[in-house]
Structure formats: structure tokens, C-alpha cells
């Protein structure tokens, strides 16, 4: 697992370079490190949630839970939204000194607004894990899924209000994919042998489906808003932002064929753990699917709105 994720944090270093390779585009300074660190913000979003997912997805059935990664997963998120939000006090260039940063400066701006709340979110989220009531945390998550929504689509976008509810959507239902599923194998591994394991597991599928037909028609619809229908084709060979998209849904087929894999194994042996090689394998290209949501986040975007 520590190999799989120093490989993932390669794809937000040297993916800007590699993907702005002949466009005639060019990055904002640090694209790599923001990047990276959009993606650690992601995966801990994602850890935290689908705990909270798949816990209720177990609701009612007997045996023991695993130990939760929440309050590591929101201390890292934490400092990951610190240091965002220090680039954006240094007018999204990256601080060279901690007397370029200007922690005043991010009350006059949106941007700075919400990587504040996103600072202060993940740290209630960490304390709210650590107590006896950790589904509180809920709140403060969503709070950073709804400013992540909103930094991603500025005021002078076309329909800022549309493309920020279809970001939320999008990143919530990718969030409860991508943690459920580490969360439930862990739940399996601690019922091995148990028969509560195959439904657990087949309580996730179901759920699987449905937020990946939610994932695939909000992210269908955000292309169409930001890749006019006449300039797709071109647009997801001829940019930086395309090229990264068409990435992203290349490595999101594989994992729906992951998926259904071990959808197929499962109902044919009834046993969870015949199913476990596929989702394991499934757990690794989401990291992947994760880290490459974080460069599409630090690269230029198409030209047009439509």
C-alpha cells in the first residue's frame, strides 16, 4: 500500500508537464505541489466519508468494527487545506518564506474564505472523530465538499450555481466510493468468515451502482458545460485539461470492470472473500482515479464555457 500510494503522488508531481506537453498551454507556478496536495485533501475527504458510508451500510449486523482512520485521515486533511491555503495567501504562488504569506489577506478574498473553512472544517471533523459521537463529523465534512463546489466554479463562470451543485454531487457520491470500499474490506477482514460479510458486501455493491450512474451523468454533464459538444473530441486530445479527463475515465472504466468482477465472484461462490482480489484491485485504481482528480484541479481550464 505505501508503494501504490508513492506511485499515486507521482501522478500530480509529473503529471502537468506530461499533460501540457505540446498545447501551447501553461501551468500556474507549483502546479505539482498543489496538485499533490488537492489530492491528499481528497483522500482524507473520501477516508472520512465512506467510513461514515459504510458503517451505516453495516447498521444491524453483528460483529466487530475495524478501527477507524477518520481522525488521522481529518488531521491530514487538515494540514493538506493549511497549506493550500497558504498558497492562496501568497496570490496562489507558492510561499517561499513565511514572510510572503499573508493570513490577513485571505478575508478579502472567496478564495481565501473558503480555504479557511476548509482549515477549520477538517480540524472539527478531527475532533468530532475522536469523541464519543464521531457521525458528527458529517457536518463539517460537507462543509468542504460545498467549498470545494464552490472554488471550483467562480463567479464569473456561466451558471456558477449549476456547475457548483453538479461538482458537489459529483464529489460526494466519489467520496462514498472511494472510502466505502478500503472501509469495507477492512469490515470483512475482521468477519473473516462470517456470513454477515457477504451482505455487507452485497449492501455496497448495490450502493456502488447507484453513485457510480450519479457520477457518470454529473461528470458527462460538467464536460458538456466546460467542452462545448462540437469541441470534445478535439478538446480531449489538444489540452492539458482534456487529456487529464479522458485519463480520469479511462482508469474509471477499469474500475467499474474491477467492480463487476467482483460482483460476479461473489454471487457465484457466496463467499466475500472470493471477491476480495478484484476489490483490493478496485481500492488501488480508485487511488489512482483520486490522484488524477487532484491534477485536473491544478490545471488550465478549456478555453470555453458553454
Not at 33 to 50: E, I, K
Request: aromatic share 6%.
Amino acid at each position: 500500500m505505501l508503494v501504490l500510494a508513492l506511485l499515486a503522488a507521482l501522478i500530480p508531481l509529473l503529471g502537468p508537464s506530461a499533460a501540457l506537453h505540446g498545447t501551447g498551454e501553461a501551468a500556474a507556478p507549483g502546479a505539482g505541489g498543489t496538485a499533490l496536495l488537492r489530492g491528499v485533501l481528497f483522500v482524507a475527504l473520501s477516508v472520512s466519508l465512506g467510513e461514515l458510508f459504510a458503517g451505516r451500510l453495516a447498521a444491524g449486523l453483528p460483529g466487530e468494527r475495524p478501527r477507524s482512520w477518520a481522525p488521522l485521515a481529518n488531521t491530514v486533511g487538515c494540514l493538506a487545506a493549511l497549506a493550500l491555503a497558504s498558497v492562496v495567501a501568497t496570490g496562489n504562488l507558492v510561499p517561499r518564506g513565511l514572510g510572503q504569506i499573508d493570513l490577513g489577506g485571505l478575508y478579502a478574498s472567496r478564495d481565501g474564505r473558503l480555504a479557511l473553512l476548509e482549515v477549520n472544517a477538517f480540524l472539527l471533523a478531527a475532533f468530532c472523530a475522536r469523541s464519543r459521537r464521531p457521525g458528527l463529523q458529517l457536518w463539517p465534512l460537507t462543509s468542504v465538499l460545498v467549498a470545494e463546489a464552490l472554488r471550483a466554479h467562480p463567479a464569473a463562470e456561466h451558471g456558477p450555481l449549476t456547475g457548483s451543485l453538479l461538482t458537489l454531487t459529483h464529489l460526494t457520491c466519489a467520496a462514498l466510493w472511494a472510502g466505502g470500499l478500503p472501509y469495507t474490506l477492512r469490515t470483512l477482514r475482521v468477519w473473516r468468515g462470517c456470513a454477515e460479510g457477504a451482505a455487507l458486501l452485497g449492501r455496497y455493491a448495490r450502493g456502488a451502482a447507484v453513485l457510480l450512474a450519479v457520477l457518470t451523468a454529473t461528470g458527462v454533464w460538467s464536460t458538456l458545460r466546460r467542452m462545448p459538444p462540437g469541441t470534445v473530441l478535439d478538446q480531449l486530445t489538444t489540452t492539458a485539461y482534456g487529456r487529464t479527463l479522458l485519463a480520469k475515465v479511462l482508469l474509471v472504466a477499469v474500475v467499474a470492470v474491477l467492480a463487476l468482477w467482483a460482483r460476479v465472484r461473489l454471487g457465484r461462490s457466496g463467499d466475500p472473500l472470493a471477491a476480495a482480489v478484484p476489490a483490493w484491485a478496485e481500492v488501488a485504481v480508485l487511488g489512482a482515479v483520486v490522484a488524477v482528480s487532484g491534477l485536473l484541479t491544478a490545471l488550465p481550464l478549456p478555453i470555453r464555457w458553454s
